[in-house]
């Protein structure tokens, strides 16, 4: 008879150990990936499209379910079978007490969290997003279903008892199993039923899926009346016809350049000039700012979609909107409007919850499941609190702290143990499996809450509040309608939700590697838009705008070679004015100024807002040529290359500087090093130019108009897939003022080209 020796019941003890520790660390891996990927896509969904991010999220999605499966299968089979030692048969027979389930709980809040977090658009095919029905989460609840199912069955916890000498209340287990795991089930499918029913409604819908063919045609139809009644409207005050919401509830026909509306019925269809003649307490300015901003963001559409819309409906547009909001200074307005215009663009292609506003009711009842949704979490909470004993006993009886109760041993013909050789052991820790699923309910909660501040406090669900409004007679005789309307806009703002927030990146090329020498040594950091570049942006585009209206023939921006007031302080013969400039490129030009400005930033660090404003916009355009060139002129390979090339001469030349103890020594300290060691030209050239702006008297009010002047040309573009990807990255300055110059007619640059040596001026 084989001996059963304690080598072969250590060895197989060992192998068990082992599996179970192999089994937590493919746990803590996907914990952690699945953090990482649920934190950012609820939270920071701009993180979703960088490079390492997107690889994290490919990862975690290819190998969440292999990853289960191993998990699940480690210690879900009972037997482990091995021959060793004079070929003695050594059988594990284990209960995994809790952990197969709160392993099975783990990977269906997950998949919960994924749908919440997933991104579904309905959009024409020719606007180029597309993200239809997350099938991957599908095929994932599926699995995990099949997992539960497969692995809790009665025989699965009583199946050893006669071995591990316990007997169990089969019909407690159940119950309990019945609360843990049905939620899961009902919350899982139900959001997925529901968010394929919303993506359907969406699609096939004239005010989402299909609205840029509808505003196309509606567009062309406004052209046609305008043309009719040019003589009787007030072009510069009358608002134009733009639809905000409740194009299903027309009548629609299809034509050849789109969908257009049979009549529009203005007790259904809301339109801006509808929402302009209600002047009352509730539709202030902030009210109507909002809902310009989302018939702005459905003609944006149009622009994505690339549908061709007859020119004259557009100058309705332009017109009101160059009349009503660039004749005073709220350029916080102005910034204002069109922010949320992109807010609504972000959400849009780059969510799911915009489509659940297809039906009424639907974005209540994803509210009543996520309200569901935070009960079960919290009742979680609750039970996994409770002492880690009796959670183990109410699975099968394993000891204490343990993940699971094993015995080893070798059985006889009669499969039972030969002699006494049998060992217990208990392997792993409990906290393995509680700490995972405590995080992700955690996330969640969050996830959901999220979702429920979404649909209160969004500028979604505002605008739907501002149209019902409108159309409801009965609601603007109410003074309570008209109370909990100014209570919504009072107190339900949530900055994260609407997604206004636009930010400017700054960088320098004069950065020091030892020792920072000047002032501008740590901006690589995005801020704020300051209220003094939105100023000097805003004034420099009211005086394009107004050289527009008075039909004068002006260079798009004024910008030149010899700036004016650089030539009547200096000899305009000086060939080192004309060596300042070179007609390379918009990059070389942004450069060469960049580190003019820099240089005068030395020389004159006193402040103001005209230097804050230069400084910041002359730091903007160097970062959006060393990280987003293809949003500039010329080739994108050529600019990043052309920064690195003046970016690492510089590093050079200034390493290890010290500073001296006056601006004046500082500014001939920085001249001096540029023109001596530096190699590069633009690096020359900038110290030229800085040099002759400190000596003619130049004062920062000059380079802030050059700078504003110089935003407002870079920002036309024609590249909408380059504005597109950076309103998914949570937006740039030059994305906003692209917007806001395409609703003032200005859809693109004029000749790249730039600059004629012979004239010197900007053509």
């Given at each position: 008879m084989p001996i059963c020796s304690d080598e072969a019941l250590d060895l197989m003890s060992k192998r068990i150990t082992q599996a179970m520790q192999r089994s937590n660390g493919l746990m803590i891996v996907n914990a952690i990936l699945m953090a990482v990927v649920v934190g950012i896509g609820a939270y920071a969904p701009r993180y979703r499209y960088h490079p390492f991010v997107r690889f994290l999220f490919l990862g975690a999605a290819t190998l969440f379910l292999p990853i289960v499966s191993a998990v699940a299968g480690t210690i879900g089979s009972q037997y482990f079978n091995s021959d060793i030692f004079n070929f003695t048969l050594v059988v594990s027979l284990c209960q995994p007490s809790m952990h197969i389930i709160l392993v099975l709980v783990w990977t269906g809040l997950v998949v919960t969290i994924g749908i919440n977090i997933s991104i579904t658009v309905a959009a024409d095919s020719r606007e180029g997003t597309s993200a239809g029905f997350p099938t991957d989460l599908l095929l994932k609840a599926v699995w995990t279903a099949y997992l539960?199912?497969?692995?809790?069955?009665?025989q699965f916890f009583t199946s050893s008892k006669n071995f591990l000498g316990h007997a169990f209340d089969t019909m407690k287990i159940n119950r309990h199993l019945n609360i843990i795991f049905l939620p899961i089930y009902g919350l899982t499918f139900s959001k997925l039923v529901l968010r394929y029913y919303a993506l359907h409604v969406a699609q096939r819908s004239v005010a989402f899926g299909r609205n840029p063919s509808l505003i196309q045609g509606h567009m062309a139809h406004l052209d046609l009346v305008e043309s009719r009644n040019a003589e009787q409207i007030d072009e510069h005050t009358s608002p134009p016809a733009l639809v905000v919401k409740g194009e299903d509830a027309a009548k629609v026909e299809k034509k050849p350049h789109g969908y257009s509306f049979k009549s529009i019925d203005s007790g259904r269809v809301v339109t801006i000039d509808s929402v302009w003649k209600l002047d009352d307490i509730v539709l202030r300015s902030e009210p109507k700012d909002l809902c310009l901003s989302f018939a702005l963001f459905k003609l944006l559409r149009?622009?994505?979609?690339?549908?061709?819309?007859?020119?004259?409906?557009?100058?309705?547009?332009?017109?009101?909107?160059?009349?009503?909001?660039?004749?005073?200074?709220?350029?916080?307005?102005?910034?204002?409007?069109?922010?949320?215009?992109?807010?609504?663009?972000?959400?849009?292609?780059?969510?799911?919850?915009?489509?659940?506003?297809?039906?009424?009711?639907?974005?209540?009842?994803?509210?009543?499941?996520?309200?569901?949704?935070?009960?079960?979490?919290?009742?979680?909470?609750?039970?996994?609190?409770?002492?880690?004993?009796?959670?183990?006993?109410?699975?099968?009886?394993?000891?204490?702290?343990?993940?699971?109760?094993?015995?080893?041993?070798?059985?006889?013909?009669?499969?039972?143990?030969?002699?006494?050789?049998?060992?217990?052991?208990?392997?792993?820790?409990?906290?393995?499996?509680?700490?995972?699923?405590?995080?992700?309910?955690?996330?969640?909660?969050?996830?959901?809450?999220?979702?429920?501040?979404?649909?209160?406090?969004?500028?979604?669900?505002?605008?739907?509040?501002?149209?019902?409004?409108i159309t409801h007679t009965s609601w603007q005789q109410s003074p309570m309608v008209q109370r909990c309307i100014g209570f919504v806009l009072k107190y339900c703002s949530c900055k994260m939700?609407?997604?206004?927030?636009?930010?400017?990146?700054?960088?320098?090329?004069?950065?020091?590697?030892?020792?920072?020498?000047?002032?501008?040594?740590?901006?690589?950091?995005?801020?704020?838009?300051?209220?003094?570049?939105?100023?000097?942006?805003?004034?420099?585009?009211?005086?394009?705008?107004?050289?527009?209206?008075?039909?004068?023939?002006?260079?798009?921006?004024?910008?030149?070679?010899?700036?004016?007031?650089?030539?009547?302080?200096?000899?305009?013969?000086d060939t080192n004015s004309i060596s300042a400039y070179d007609s390379k490129g918009t990059a070389n030009i942004i450069l060469v100024w960049h580190i003019a400005t820099c240089i005068f930033e030395v020389r004159h660090p006193q402040q103001s807002d005209a230097r804050i404003a230069a400084a910041h916009l002359s730091r903007y355009c160097a970062y959006l040529v060393s990280c987003h060139p293809e949003l500039l002129p010329g080739d994108n390979e050529w600019c990043k290359s052309l920064y690195k090339a003046v970016k690492k001469d510089a590093d050079r030349v200034l390493v290890g500087c010290a500073a001296q103890s006056t601006p004046e020594a500082d500014y001939q300290l920085l001249v001096d090093l540029l023109k001596e060691k530096s190699k590069h030209k633009v690096l020359k050239r900038g110290a030229t130019l800085g040099q002759e702006l400190v000596e003619s008297n130049t004062g920062w009010k000059k380079l802030e108009g050059f700078w504003s002047k110089m935003i407002l040309y870079l920002a036309p573009s024609e590249n909408l897939d380059g504005h597109k990807e950076a309103i998914a990255r949570g937006g740039e300055l030059i994305t906003l003022l692209w917007a806001m110059l395409a609703h003032d007619g200005i859809v693109g640059r004029p000749d790249a080209a730039g600059f004629t040596s012979a004239s010197g001026d900007f053509v």
């Open positions: 539960i199912l497969s692995t809790t069955s009665t149009c622009r994505f979609a690339k549908c061709t819309v007859l020119e004259a409906g557009f100058m309705k547009v332009q017109k009101f909107f160059r009349y009503t909001y660039l004749q005073g200074d709220d350029y916080e307005r102005v910034f204002r409007v069109i922010a949320d215009e992109l807010s609504f663009i972000h959400d849009y292609y780059y969510s799911s919850l915009p489509v659940s506003y297809s039906r009424r009711l639907l974005p209540f009842i994803y509210t009543l499941l996520s309200l569901c949704s935070i009960c079960y979490s919290s009742y979680m909470f609750v039970f996994l609190s409770q002492p880690i004993d009796k959670i183990a006993r109410l699975g099968n009886g394993a000891k204490g702290q343990s993940q699971a109760q094993c015995l080893v041993f070798c059985p006889n013909q009669k499969n039972k143990a030969i002699g006494n050789g049998m060992k217990e052991i208990i392997v792993g820790s409990k906290y393995f499996d509680t700490v995972p699923v405590y995080l992700v309910l955690a996330l969640l909660m969050l996830s959901e809450m999220r979702d429920i501040v979404f649909y209160i406090c969004s500028n979604w669900t505002k605008v739907a509040l501002f149209c019902n409004y939700m609407n997604n206004s927030g636009y930010k400017m990146s700054q960088r320098s090329i004069l950065v020091f590697r030892r020792r920072c020498l000047f002032p501008w040594r740590s901006y690589q950091r995005k801020m704020k838009v300051p209220s003094v570049v939105k100023a000097a942006i805003f004034e420099a585009f009211k005086d394009q705008t107004i050289v527009q209206e008075e039909g004068l023939k002006k260079i798009w921006p004024p910008i030149f070679p010899i700036p004016s007031f650089i030539s009547t302080a200096t000899n305009s013969d």
